[in-house]
């Protein structure tokens, strides 16, 4: 079964044979390839290009993993010190 959500106006779906993310592009439907991915801001956001048309979207996928263990760990700290 795979999962589908909305973002920017492109369709999502997870694969569920490989588990990985494929984006549709809003204005040509064809596949978008992933062309950057950035967790350096706390959040885990995701360029995807269409290669016919040239299309760009942006995707916030929400708190990056990094960032949410970085604050249960600073969370830990701060119970332990106490």
């Given at each position: 079964m795979a999962i589908v959500?909305?973002?920017a106006g492109?369709?999502?779906k997870e694969v569920?044979?490989?588990g990985e993310w494929r984006m549709k592009c809003p204005k040509c439907t064809q596949e978008?390839?992933?062309y950057e991915k950035d967790t350096s801001s706390g959040r885990?956001?995701?360029t995807y290009v269409c290669r016919p048309c040239k299309e760009y979207v942006d995707v916030d996928n929400g708190v990056?993993?990094?960032q949410v263990l970085h604050d249960a760990n600073d969370k830990a700290r701060e119970k332990g010190s106490g």
């Open positions: 959500k909305e973002a492109a369709v999502v569920a044979a490989h978008m390839d992933l885990d956001m995701r990056a993993l990094w």
